[in-house]
């Protein structure tokens, strides 16, 4: 009998969510493997001291509603359910009007 393995995968949604730790611990029930969530992170909110930032601007104006730390973001994996959470890269990109603009993690979300 085979396995029934479970993989999640998230791309850019976290900071588009109202509850982000929410949609992670939906994610982390559903999973019987691993996640692979990449998203955008702001490394501003990783230099305040050793706190795990993230800062809340609401969705009335526009569809983003947090702006979360890297640390901030591997924490709230972990409080979410999951038992490890490995950085596989980060990067920046952007597109042809402001390239190299937004900072990207991928991290991979152990069950």
Known sequence: MA??????????????????????QN???????YALISDVYFPD???IGSRRL??????????T?????????????????????ERLSTFTYGYRAKPGKWHHAVLKAYK
């Open 54 to 63: 993230e800062e809340y601007w609401g969705g009335r104006d526009g569809p």
């Open 45 to 47: 909110l990783d230099h």
């Open 27 to 33: 994610m982390a029930q559903v999973c019987s493997d």
């Open 3 to 24: 396995i029934k393995r479970i993989v999640v995968h998230s791309g850019d949604l976290l900071l588009h969510l109202n509850s982000p730790v929410k949609a992670l």
């Open 65 to 85: 509603w947090w702006r979360i730390g890297l640390r901030a973001l591997e924490e709230m994996v972990l409080d979410a359910g999951f038992s490890r959470v």
